[in-house]
C-alpha cells in the first residue's frame, strides 16, 4: 500500500475498473429490457446495504406492469419508476428524449437547501467580490475572515490558484468555504483544495469495488491517503465547511475527508450522499443506465452513502435572509472563527 496514495488517482482506478456493458444479441422485447435493467442492477449494484431497498420485492410489484409491445414512453416510466425506489443520485436512465432523476434526490437540492443566493451575493460578496478559477471570494469582518463560495466541482479550481486566493488575504484568521448547493463534479478538485491541508500521510477514507453477483462481493478496500503537504504550504488556520441538502457526489467526498483534519470542521446540514462512482450499462434495446458501483467507507467505518452529517448543525434563518439579507450560517462561522480557542 503506497503510504500517499493521491485520491485522484484512486478514484480514476475505481471509474475504469468496469467497461460500458453491452448485451450480446439479447432481445429487444419491453419484457427483456425490463427484465435485463433488474437482473445487472441486482448483481452490479452496490448500495442495496445502505438503501435499504427489498429489490425482489420492487420487481415483484413493478413487473405485472410491463409487457410486450407497451409504448416505448410506457416502458421507460416502468424501467424508472424501478430504478427511483433506490433513492441514489447517480442513478439514471437515459434515451434520446428522457432522462430520469431520484424524485426524492432532486427535491431534497431544491426544497431543503439552506442557501439564500441573495443573501450570500448582497450581503457577504458585496460588488467587489473576485473570482479565481471556480472560487468567488471577499474579506469578511474587516479582513479577519476569508470567505469563498464555490459552488461547483464541475469549476476547477487548481492548487496555484487556491494558493493564490489564501495569500491574498494575509489578515484572515481563517477560512469559510462555502459549498452549499454544491452537486458536486470533478473529484480532481478535491484534491487540489486539500493540497493545501496540513498532511501527515493521514488517510482520508477507504472504498471498494463491486465485484461479483452476490450482495457482499466487492474487492479488498483500498485506501486512499492526504496528498504531501509541504509545512510551508499547509492552511493551518480555522476552516469552516458550508455544506447542506443541495451537497452531493464529489461535495459529499469532500465532507468526509475533512474527518481526517483538525483545522477543518462542518457547519450546515447533513448533505444528500452520493459517495459512490458510478458506471454506465446498456440495456438491450440501446438505452444507457447508469449506477453506483463502489462504496467508501469514511475514518470510522460508516458508509455515508445517504448523507455525511455536520460537526456543527444549523439551518439557514430564513425569514432573516427574507427581511435583513443575513445569512445566519455565515455570520455564526465568521464568530467561531474569531473567537478565541482554549
Known amino acids: 500500500m503506497k503510504r500517499c496514495l493521491p485520491l485522484i ?13 453491452m448485451p450480446d ?61 433506490l433513492h441514489d443520485g447517480h442513478v439514471n436512465l437515459f434515451n434520446s428524449y428522457n432522462t430520469s432523476h431520484s424524485d426524492s ?25 473576485r473570482t479565481t478559477g471556480g472560487m468567488a471570494h471577499a474579506p469578511l469582518r474587516d479582513g479577519q ?28 484568521r481563517g477560512m ?20 493545501l491541508m496540513p498532511s501527515h500521510g493521514q488517510k482520508l477514507y477507504s472504498s471498494q469495488i463491486k465485484s461479483g453477483p452476490g450482495r457482499n462481493d466487492f474487492t479488498p478496500l483500498a485506501d486512499t491517503y492526504a496528498p504531501q503537504v509541504a509545512d510551508s504550504d499547509a492552511y493551518t488556520l480555522p476552516v469552516i465547511v ?21 483545522n477543518i470542521r462542518l457547519m450546515g446540514d447533513t448533505t444528500s450522499g452520493g459517495t459512490g462512482l458510478p458506471t454506465m450499462g446498456v440495456l438491450p434495446n440501446g438505452w444507457r443506465y447508469r449506477y453506483s458501483v463502489t462504496r467508501t467507507l469514511a475514518l470510522n467505518g460508516a458508509n455515508y452513502e445517504n448523507g455525511v452529517p455536520p460537526d456543527i448543525p444549523l439551518r439557514l434563518n430564513r425569514q432573516a435572509a427574507l427581511d435583513s439579507r443575513r445569512d445566519n450560517i455565515i455570520d455564526s462561522a465568521c464568530n467561531i472563527i474569531l473567537t478565541p480557542q482554549p
Open 9 to 21: 488517482l484512486s478514484c480514476l482506478l475505481f471509474a475504469s475498473c468496469e467497461k460500458l456493458l
Open 25 to 85: 444479441d439479447s432481445p429487444t422485447t419491453a419484457t427483456a429490457t425490463f427484465d435485463y435493467l433488474w437482473h445487472q442492477m441486482d448483481e452490479r449494484y452496490s448500495m442495496f446495504d445502505v438503501k435499504q431497498v427489498d429489490w425482489q420485492a420492487v420487481y415483484d410489484s413493478l413487473r405485472p406492469k410491463v409487457y410486450d409491445g407497451m409504448k416505448s414512453d410506457s416502458l421507460f416510466t416502468a424501467c424508472a419508476a424501478m430504478l427511483n425506489t
Open 105 to 129: 434526490i432532486y427535491y431534497r437540492f431544491y426544497a431543503d437547501d439552506d442557501i439564500d443566493v441573495d443573501a450570500l451575493v448582497l450581503t457577504y460578496l458585496t460588488p467587489g467580490y
Open 145 to 172: 475572515v476569508l470567505y469563498i463560495r464555490y459552488a461547483s466541482f464541475g469549476s476547477a479550481i487548481g492548487v496555484s490558484q487556491f494558493r493564490h486566493i489564501i495569500h491574498s488575504y494575509p489578515n484572515a
Open 176 to 195: 469559510i468555504l462555502d459549498m452549499r448547493g454544491n452537486g458536486g463534479g470533478d473529484l480532481s478538485n478535491v484534491h487540489n483544495i486539500l493540497s
Open 242 to 262: 458550508l455544506i447542506d441538502r443541495g451537497c452531493f457526489s464529489a461535495t459529499s467526498t469532500f465532507a468526509i475527508c475533512t474527518q481526517a483534519y483538525d
